[in-house]
C-alpha cells in the first residue's frame, strides 16, 4: 500500500502530468478526470516488433538491462570504450577527470572533429555516399557525397584561414537549412574556431546580444532562405545586429536566393567568391579533446540567454554513440531530423551525430506547409526515409491538417520514428504510431536539454517496451534519478526533480563567461552529491520508466523550443508604452505551450487591440516570432509579494481556470488579483 502522502504526490504529479496530456483536445476539463485518463493511457504497451528487434543494435531488454548494469558501475570504461571507435591523433591519459562542477573527459587526447565526420568516410572507401540529400524549399535538389563535403568543407575552413581566423576565435553562423550551414560549422571545427550557430528565425536584436557575449570575430550568414515561399532576409538582420558592433571584422555571405543585399566594402565577402581558388585540402589538425567546440545559446529561467559551451571529445563521443543505438544505425538508412541547425538537435542529431557515424539524410530548407501539410511525406516517400525525427508541435499540427496528406503517400521505407523538445502527449503519439508508422514503427521519445548534448533518456527500439508518454529509461553510462529535496531517490509515481547523478562526456562544460551561473543553475542545489539538476519535475513508474512532466522553473517549451519569461518579459517591458509585465505559459493545442503576458501601462487608458498587435510584434523583432505572446492581457496591477516579487502562480491560474484558488497569504494587494479575475470573466 502507498502511504497517504506518496498518494497525495501521486495525484498531483499526475494531475500535473495529465495538463501536458491532455490539452490538445479539451484544454478547460476537470484535471481529476485528466488524470483517471492519464492513468488509463499510461497502460498499453508497444513491445518491439520482433522484426526490429532481430537485426536491432540491441535486441532485448534483457540485454539493455545487461548492458546498463555494466555501463553504470563503470561509466568510465563504458565511455572510454565508445571514444576509441572514433579517431583520435593522440589517444587520452585520463578518461575523466571530475572536479565538481567541472568535468574533463578524454584528458590529453587530440582529435579533430571534422576529420571524424568527413575524411574518416572518404578513407574507408565511403566517399562516394551521399551524406546530404538536399531539398529547398522552391524544390530544388541537391546529393552532396562525402568526399565533396570534406572538399566543400576544407575550401571553406581555407577561406576563413585566409581571413584570419584562428583557433578558439567565435563564429557566429546564421544560415537558413542548407547545406552550406553544415559546412560552415564543419570548417570551423576543422580549424579549432568555435561556432555559434543563431536560430535563422531569430531577430536582428537577439543576433547582436550573441555577438556581444561571444564577442565574435566573423559571421556566415547568406542572402536569404526561403520560408513559406518568401524570402527571409538573413543578411539584412546581421546588418542590423552589426551597426553598434566592434569585434566581427569579417562577414561571409552565401548566395542562396539572389535576394538584393549591401555588402559592405572591406568587412562583407562573397561565400563563392571566397573559395574560388581556395584549395580542396585543409590540414585536419589535432585540437585538445576539451578544446571547445560550439557555444548555442538557450533560455534560462531569468536574464538573457545563456551560452551552452560544449567542448570536442566528450561531445563528439555522445552524440555518435547516442546516434548508433538510438536510431539503430544501419549504413543503407536514410535519416531525416527535421530539426534546424539553430537548435541542438540540429547540431547532435543532423551534423555531429549523424556525420561522426557516416550516416545519408535529408536536409530540407523550408516549412512542413509549403506549398501543403503534405510536403513531409512527399519527402518521405521522394527520398525514402527510412528513419524518421521530429517534434510533438509538428505531429500535433499535422494532426489538425487532416489524415488526408499522410494518407496520400507511400510511407512504408520507415522503420524507425522519434520524437524530441517536450512530452509526447498520448493522443499524439497514437497519431504518429498508426498514420506514421504504420503501426509497425517504434517510436523513440528521446529526452535531453541543449546542455546534455546529448539524448540521455530514451528507449531503445529493439529492446524497450514502449509506453506512449515517456521516454522510458536511461541510455547506457547514463545516472538518472528522480530525488526529492535532500537528494533522496523517491519512490516509484512520487513526483521529484530529474538529477544524473555521474559526469556523461557530452555534458555542457559551462556558461560561457559565467562561471557563477554555471554552478548555480545546475549544481548548487545539489552541491554535496555532485548531482546535475536538469531543471525538469519528473517521476518514474514501477517499470522505472521516466515521465517527464514539465520545468520546474519560469521556462516555457514554446513548440519544443525554450524560453525563459523573463526573456519576453523585458523584451515588453523595453516597449515605451510598458510600465511592467510578466508573462505565463498556457496550455496550447498545437504548441504545447502557448504564451499570455499580462501587461501594465504607464497610461492605462492606451489600452486597445492595436497596442496589443504592436507589442506582439515588439517582441517579435526583440527576440523573433517564436516568442511572440499569443495573448497580451492589459491589466492595472500585477499580483506581487510584500517583497515585490510577482506572483506567476496565480496569474497562471487566472489563465487556466478564470479563478485563484491557491495561497495567497503572501499577497501584497488581493484587490489586484480580484481585478484580474473579474477581467478574466469580462
Ligand atoms: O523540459 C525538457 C524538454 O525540453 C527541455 C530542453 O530544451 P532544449 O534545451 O531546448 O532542448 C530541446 C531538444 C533536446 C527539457 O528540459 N524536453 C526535451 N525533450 C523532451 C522533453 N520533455 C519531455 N520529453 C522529451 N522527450
Not at 240 to 267: D, H, I, P, Q, S
Not at 540 to 568: K, Q
Not at 655 to 679: I, Y
Request: aromatic residues 10%; negative net charge; proline residues 5%.
Amino acid at each position: 500500500m502507498e502511504s497517504s502522502i506518496g498518494m497525495a504526490t501521486r495525484i498531483r504529479t499526475l494531475a500535473a502530468l495529465a495538463v501536458f496530456k491532455g490539452f490538445s483536445t479539451l484544454p478547460n476539463r476537470n484535471p481529476m478526470s485528466d488524470t483517471i485518463e492519464s492513468l488509463s493511457t499510461e497502460n498499453r504497451v508497444f513491445s518491439p516488433p520482433s522484426n526490429f528487434a532481430a537485426t536491432a543494435r540491441v535486441q532485448s531488454l534483457e540485454d539493455y538491462k545487461k548492458l546498463y548494469a555494466e555501463s553504470i558501475a563503470d561509466p568510465e570504461s563504458y565511455w572510454a570504450e565508445r571514444a576509441s571507435e572514433l579517431t583520435w591523433q593522440k589517444p587520452w591519459e585520463t578518461v575523466l577527470e571530475w572536479k565538481k562542477p567541472d568535468a574533463k573527459w578524454f584528458v590529453g587526447g587530440q582529435l579533430n572533429v571534422s576529420e571524424n565526420c568527413l575524411d574518416r568516410h572518404v578513407a574507408a572507401g565511403n566517399g562516394d555516399k551521399v551524406a546530404i540529400l538536399f531539398e529547398g524549399e522552391p524544390g530544388d535538389k541537391r546529393a552532396v557525397t562525402y568526399s565533396q563535403l570534406l572538399a566543400d568543407t576544407c575550401k571553406f575552413a581555407n577561406a576563413l584561414k585566409a581571413r584570419g581566423i584562428k583557433p578558439g576565435d567565435r563564429v557566429i553562423i546564421y544560415m537558413p537549412m542548407v547545406p552550406e550551414a553544415a559546412v560552415a560549422m564543419l570548417a570551423c571545427a576543422r580549424i579549432g574556431a568555435v561556432h555559434s550557430v543563431v536560430f535563422g528565425g531569430f531577430s536582428a536584436q537577439s543576433i547582436s546580444d550573441r555577438l556581444e557575449d561571444s564577442e565574435a570575430v566573423a559571421v556566415v550568414t547568406a542572402d536569404g532562405g526561403w520560408r513559406r515561399g518568401k524570402v527571409v532576409e538573413l543578411k539584412a538582420s546581421v546588418d542590423e545586429a552589426l551597426e553598434e558592433n566592434t569585434t566581427v571584422k569579417n562577414v561571409f555571405v552565401l548566395k542562396r536566393t539572389e535576394n538584393e543585399v549591401t555588402m559592405r566594402n572591406g568587412r562583407d565577402h562573397w561565400w563563392h567568391e571566397e573559395i574560388e581558388g581556395a584549395s580542396e585540402e585543409c590540414p585536419a589538425l589535432a585540437f585538445d579533446s576539451e578544446h571547445p567546440l560550439f557555444i548555442l545559446y538557450t533560455s534560462g529561467s531569468t536574464g538573457k540567454p545563456k551560452g551552452i559551451l560544449h567542448t570536442s571529445g566528450g561531445y563528439l563521443t555522445g552524440a555518435y554513440t547516442t546516434y548508433r543505438y538510438i536510431f539503430d544505425y544501419k549504413d543503407n538508412d536514410v535519416f531525416w531530423c527535421t530539426a534546424d541547425v539553430g537548435w541542438i538537435t540540429g547540431h547532435s542529431y543532423v551534423v555531429y551525430g549523424p556525420m561522426a557515424n557516416g550516416a545519408t539524410q535529408v536536409f530540407y530548407e523550408g516549412a512542413p506547409n509549403q506549398p501543403d501539410f503534405g510536403r513531409f511525406w512527399q519527402i518521405v516517400e521522394d527520398y525514402k526515409v527510412s528513419v524518421f525525427y521530429t517534434a510533438p508541435t509538428a505531429i500535433r499540427a499535422f494532426i489538425k491538417a487532416g489524415d488526408s496528406f499522410p494518407e496520400g503517400r507511400d510511407l512504408s521505407s520507415l522503420r524507425l520514428l522519434g520524437s524530441v523538445g517536450e512530452p509526447i502527449n498520448p493522443e499524439a503519439w497514437m497519431w504518429y504510431h498508426t498514420k506514421i508508422g504504420g503501426e509497425r514503427c517504434p517510436i523513440v521519445d528521446t529526452w535531453w536539454q541543449t546542455e546534455t548534448g546529448a539524448i540521455l533518456i530514451s528507449p531503445l527500439p529493439g529492446a524497450t517496451p514502449l509506453k506512449p508518454g515517456t521516454a522510458t529509461l536511461p541510455f547506457f553510462g547514463i545516472d538518472a534519478a528522480i530525488v526529492d529535496e535532500t537528494g533522496k531517490e523517491v519512490a516509484a509515481n512520487e513526483g521529484g526533480k530529474l538529477v544524473i547523478r555521474k559526469p556523461w562526456p557530452s555534458m555542457l562544460r559551462g556558461i560561457y563567461r559565467d562561471e557563477a551561473r554555471f554552478k548555480e543553475t545546475y549544481w548548487d542545489e545539489y552541491w554535496d552529491q555532485g548531482f546535475y539538476l536538469a531543471g525538469d519535475g519528473a517521476r518514474r513508474d514501477e517499470d522505472g520508466n521516466f515521465w517527464i512532466v514539465g520545468r520546474l522553473d519560469d521556462v516555457l517549451n514554446v513548440s519544443g523550443h525554450r524560453l525563459g519569461t523573463a526573456e519576453v518579459e523585458s523584451a515588453l517591458v523595453a516597449h515605451p508604452a510598458v510600465a511592467e509585465a510578466a508573462v505565463v505559459g498556457k496550455p496550447h493545442e498545437i504548441k504545447g505551450q502557448g504564451i499570455v503576458a499580462f501587461v501594465t501601462l504607464k497610461t492605462e487608458s492606451n489600452a486597445c487591440d492595436a497596442l496589443s498587435a504592436e507589442l506582439r510584434n515588439h517582441v517579435g523583432t526583440q527576440i523573433g516570432a517564436i516568442a511572440k505572446p499569443d495573448e497580451i492581457r492589459f491589466a492595472a496591477g500585477l499580483p506581487k509579494t510584500r517583497s515585490g516579487k510577482i506572483m506567476r502562480r496565480l496569474l497562471k491560474e487566472i489563465c487556466a481556470s478564470g479563478t485563484v484558488s491557491g495561497d495567497t497569504t503572501t499577497l501584497e494587494d488581493f484587490n489586484v488579483v480580484a481585478a484580474l479575475q473579474q477581467t478574466s470573466e469580462d
